[in-house]
């Protein structure tokens, strides 16, 4: 059974940045596609940035000027560097692998 472990989220101030990880353990393969969702207080998850196997990136059009999405195959660890981070920013942000594997998620606020 594939797990995925997010990390690296925090109380940060309105213009700092983060850096999150996840890591699949339990998988003997590279899964395909991975990605960053995040929900707010209230609101749907939605979609932040996805990236191939390969390194190919989407982003969500809002997100693509502070946001960096990255994996490292050999340690099943995708990433997302979050920049000039704002309140809106404030969310809990989950880990996302082809076809349904879901993190525990992980809370980034950010205060004004």
């Known amino acids: 059974q594939v797990q995925l472990v997010e990390s690296g989220g925090g109380l940060v101030q309105a213009g700092d940045s983060l850096r999150l990880s996840c890591t699949a353990s339990?998988?003997?393969?590279?899964?395909?596609?991975m990605g960053w969702y995040r929900q707010a207080p209230g609101q749907q998850r939605d979609l932040v940035a996805t990236?191939?196997?390969?390194?190919?990136?989407s982003y969500v059009n809002s997100m693509k000027d502070r946001f960096t999405i990255s994996r490292d195959n050999g340690k099943n660890t995708i990433y997302l560097q979050m920049n000039s981070l704002k309140p809106e920013d404030t969310a809990i942000y989950y880990c996302?692998?082809?076809?349904?594997?879901w993190g525990q998620g992980t809370q980034v606020t950010v205060s004004s």
């Open positions: 990236i191939r196997s390969g390194g190919t990136p």
């Open positions: 996302y692998g082809a076809p349904n594997m």
């Open positions: 339990g998988s003997t393969f590279t899964i395909a596609i």
